[in-house]
Structure formats: structure tokens, C-alpha cells
């Protein structure tokens, strides 16, 4: 491992405390007040959809760092919210060791995805992120499933957030014929993908359970690229992963990840076979 290179291990399913995030949130909302912005008026003004400054005011969501000066402006704050921001905690509901990935994501031009294990997160409908949180071994308290699921849920916000960003998802096929929750589940699932793919701008290419070999057999792969044109990879393992910023690993990556879309079924043939799979459902 190098300096380029963070692996953190997840020794805990517990998330970390969120009293951080609440304080963030009470402040932002005494200081939107004071400025007589209802939430609505608000959002707008810092670019962001009223339920995601809902969310961050009630200590539900990690303010993204964008966020964070864009309110400070808006508000004329007298840094007193970059103050706050410093000390803030990841969100319940996020695992710590996801913290800096999350962070990145919510800034993202270029999000790419490439998933072997189920579907990926951002796609996942909350019937399908339940049932996965509820066969997590060692097993979860319901608090702590409703905390995951609606944190995976919150994320799918980005959809709506970041209508410019290139969203890429390739995902292998016997993912989605597994009948994970049942095949009513998988149904609405697929259904979800579809009409989470009908922007230009998202595109889910399926990789053929007939391709016997590719280059991701190793592991799932995230790439995400800065508005500063920066790219960062993330890798997730059993109990353990990892935060790429090395340039040659991620480079090589990136090669991995272009033959992925070059060997999986286009956009357009994934398309009409996710709507084979949903009739044989």
C-alpha cells in the first residue's frame, strides 16, 4: 500500500454519532431564519433541492463542502458555518469509512460504477436496499437498517442534484436475474433502473452472463471525476476498503473500466433486456 492509497477497515456496522450533524443542521436553520428564507425560497439560492437543506437540517445528511459556501454567502454567516463544518461527523446511516468517497460524490461531473455484487446503491429501490441491510450478518437492530437504508436512499438525491454529471453503470447480469427479495421485488427493481436510466445523462450497460471473461473480475470499481477535473477510485472489500488517489492506479482503472463498456451490451440492447428480464419476472 502507498501514501496514495487509504484503506480503512470496517470493524463496525455501527455508524458514527450524528449530534454533530445536528448541531450543523441548527445552526444552518437559525441563520436561514434570520435571513427570512422559508426552505423553499432558500434551495435555489444554493443550488441544492429543499428536501436535501431539509435533510441537512435535521442532521440526517453530510452537508456537501459546495454546500457549505454557497450558504455561507447567501447567508452572510460570518464563517461561523465553515467553523461548525470542521468539527462535523459523518451522517447516521454512512459508515465512516465512507465518509471521504461520499464527500467527493457530491460534487461529481463523472460518476462511473462498475457493480458484480448486486445493484449498485444509487439505483436500488427501498425494498431492495431492505432486504440487503436485513441479511447483513452479524445482523442489524431495525434502527440501524432504518438509519442505512434511508441514508442509501437520501444519495439517490444526486439524480436530481447533478442533472450535468455523467452518470455510468455497468452491471452483470446474473445480478439482476437473482431473485433477491423475491421476484415481485426484482420486478419493481428493474423497473426502477429503467426509469432511473430515461435521462440523457445516466446510462446502465449490462454485462452478458455470456461473456466468460472481463476485466472486473476482481472486484467492483468506482471512478468519479472533480469539477477541477480530478479522478478518484473507490473499492470496497468484505471488511475492508480502499480510497485511490495514486494517478497510475487510477489509470489503470480507468483501462479496466473502458473495456468494461467496450464488452458489455450497449446502452441500448441493456435497455431491451432489462425489459425481457421484467416480463419473465
Partial sequence: MTDSTISVENTSNEPEPSDSL???????????????YTQEEYAPLVRYQPSTVASIEQGRRFPPRVFVERAEEVLDAFGALKGVYKHVSREKGLASWFRQWAELEEQAISLYTYENRFVPGLLQTEAYALTLFQARVPLLTESEIEAQVTARLERQSLFAERPHTAFSFIVEEHVLRRPTGGEELMRAQIDHILEATEPRNVEVQV?????????????????????????????????SSQFIVNPKTISVLHMRYAKLRSQALTPEDSRSLLERLRGVL
Fill in 22 to 36: 445536528k448541531a450543523f443542521g441548527a445552526a444552518h436553520k437559525a441563520f436561514r431564519k434570520r435571513a427570512g
Fill in 207 to 239: 454485462m452478458p452472463m455470456s461473456r466468460g471473461f472481463h476485466p472486473g473480475l476482481n472486484g467492483p470499481i468506482r471512478l468519479l471525476e472533480t469539477p477541477d477535473n480530478e479522478w478518484f477510485a473507490y473499492l470496497e472489500g468484505q471488511e
